[in-house]
């Protein structure tokens, strides 16, 4: 699994986020749950994170994808509950799916199978 800090704005302090080339996981590290509120801001920052590893820019290239396509997404809050994240095609923030789990094991695999 690689993490990899998102170093871009102040929402560095508030969440860490790594990837199995599946998954994404994106933990919020401050206890006031405010992730999720800033929840487009933190994809943008994992999205530009992905980018700068590829070194390709699916703003510029009309025949890419966005950096997240293809990923499934897991958020955990501030509590230690998992949220799948659901995204439009656009790579933008559509809705949380709560999995009401603390195992990561057990999130990752439902996490999978969301549509």
């Known amino acids: ?18 990837t199995d080339g599946l998954v994404i996981w994106i933990e919020e590290l401050d206890g006031f749950g405010s992730l999720m509120a800033y929840i487009d801001e933190a994809l943008a920052q994992v999205a530009f994170a992905i980018e700068l590893q590829t070194g390709w820019d699916h703003r510029t ?9 293809g990923y499934r997404l897991l958020l955990r809050d501030a509590t230690g509950l ?3 994240i659901r ?6 923030f559509a809705e949380f799916v709560p999995l ?13 199978w969301i549509p």
């Not at 699994?1 to 790594?18: C, K, N, V, Y």
């Not at 603390?102 to 439902?110: M, V």
């Open 1 to 18: 699994m690689i993490t990899i800090p998102a170093e871009r704005s102040a929402l560095h302090p508030l969440f860490d986020w790594g």
């Open 87 to 92: 995204l439009d095609e656009a790579g933008k």
């Open 61 to 69: 290239d009309g025949h890419t994808y966005h950096p997240l396509y």
């Open 82 to 84: 998992w949220y799948a």
């Open 100 to 112: 009401e789990e603390l195992d990561y094991s057990t999130a990752y695999e439902k996490a999978i």
